[in-house]
């Protein structure tokens, strides 16, 4: 696994990303670079805009002494530049509780343990206590969003149509709906000593 990257060395990464030229750049990677851009832009205004709500830094107060959270993301991902902002406040609330950011394709080994539906999807917060026991997981993407999704396909909505949906939905501040269930999430985690 590789080294974890902090908060601050993320963000570096994906701002460096997006600096470098897209002269030579396939057509592939051409559509990630701007998936990347759209995506700092929504976590910035996520960032701007969100102030930790008291049952999110209840939830957050409530998790055992020393809580490790992993978090696994791309910042091509639509879901991560949404839920980010919101995951990275967590350590501002408590300082004992440390952030590690892993890139999902630099760190398959670990994605592989916390698959969705057999996919690498993220993005995956996964938390743990100080002894590195699991205790929870969240992601990759809100109950309310996945029914959104599921009822224009059966609907019959072609790939653009579900992104458009989706982006519009986060932009509605559904981002907002990341923090309730991510609240949830977070007062469902039983430290691992009172489970035995």
Same mark, same amino acid.
Do not use: H
């Given at each position: 696994?590789?080294?974890?990257?902090?908060?601050?060395?993320?963000?570096?990464?994906?701002?460096?990303?997006?600096?470098?030229?897209?002269?030579?750049?396939?057509?592939?990677?051409?559509?990630?670079?701007?998936?990347?851009?759209?995506?700092?832009?929504?976590?910035?205004g996520?960032?701007? $805009?969100?102030?930790? &709500?008291?049952?999110?830094?209840?939830?957050?107060? @409530? =998790?055992?002494?020393?809580? #490790?959270? *992993?978090?696994?993301?791309e910042?091509?991902?639509?879901?991560?530049a949404?839920?980010?902002?919101?995951?990275?406040?967590?350590?501002?609330? $408590?300082?004992?509780? &440390?952030?590690?950011?892993?890139?999902?394709?630099? @760190? =398959?080994?670990?994605?592989? #343990?916390? *698959?969705?539906?057999?996919?690498?999807?993220?993005?995956?917060?996964?938390?743990?206590?100080?002894d590195?026991?699991?205790?929870?997981?969240?992601?990759?993407?809100?109950?309310?969003?996945?029914?959104?999704?599921?009822?224009?396909?059966?609907?019959?909505?072609?790939?653009?149509?579900?992104?458009?949906?989706?982006?519009?939905?986060y932009?509605?501040?559904?981002?907002?709906?990341?923090?309730?269930?991510?609240?949830?999430?977070?007062?469902?985690?039983?430290?691992?000593?009172?489970?035995?």
């Amino acid at each position: 696994m590789a080294t974890p990257l902090t908060s601050t060395e993320y963000r570096k990464r994906w701002k460096d990303g997006l600096a470098r030229s897209r002269t030579g750049m396939s057509a592939t990677e051409r559509k990630y670079y701007f998936y990347s851009k759209y995506n700092w832009e929504r976590q910035e205004g996520v960032s701007r $805009r969100y102030e930790p &709500s008291p049952a999110f830094r209840e939830a957050v107060n @409530n =998790l055992p002494e020393g809580a #490790r959270l *992993l978090y696994l993301t791309e910042d091509w991902c639509i879901d991560s530049a949404y839920s980010f902002p919101v995951v990275d406040t967590i350590p501002d609330i $408590r300082r004992d509780i &440390s952030l590690e950011i892993y890139i999902r394709d630099e @760190n =398959l080994d670990l994605m592989d #343990r916390f *698959l969705t539906n057999g996919g690498r999807s993220v993005p995956k917060l996964i938390i743990r206590d100080a002894d590195r026991n699991d205790l929870c997981t969240w992601g990759p993407k809100v109950g309310k969003l996945v029914a959104l999704r599921t009822q224009l396909q059966e609907e019959g909505a072609d790939g653009p149509a579900v992104v458009n949906a989706t982006s519009e939905w986060y932009e509605n501040e559904g981002w907002l709906e990341i923090e309730r269930e991510l609240t949830e999430t977070l007062a469902s985690c039983v430290p691992a000593a009172s489970l035995s």
